[in-house]
């Protein structure tokens, strides 16, 4: 990350992952509080919360 801000270029694991990270704990522990299964909407599209590819060059 800190590359990233150095070069000025938005990293290939946006902060947005981190957040859908904490979704699915939350329904973790509500299906083991609640013994219950516990539905999420799904992802909008593979690898949708990552930002751009990492530039190899």
Do not use: I
Not at 17 to 26: A, I, R, S, T
Request: aromatic share 2%; hydrophobic share 35%; charged share 20%.
């Amino acid at each position: 990350m800190a590359s990233c801000v150095a070069q000025n270029r938005t990293p290939h694991t946006p902060g947005q992952e981190g957040v859908q990270d904490h979704l699915l704990m939350e329904a973790l522990y509500k299906s083991a509080e609640t013994g219950a299964p516990v539905a999420l909407a799904p992802a909008p599209a593979r690898d949708a919360t990552r930002g751009p590819a990492p530039d190899q060059s």
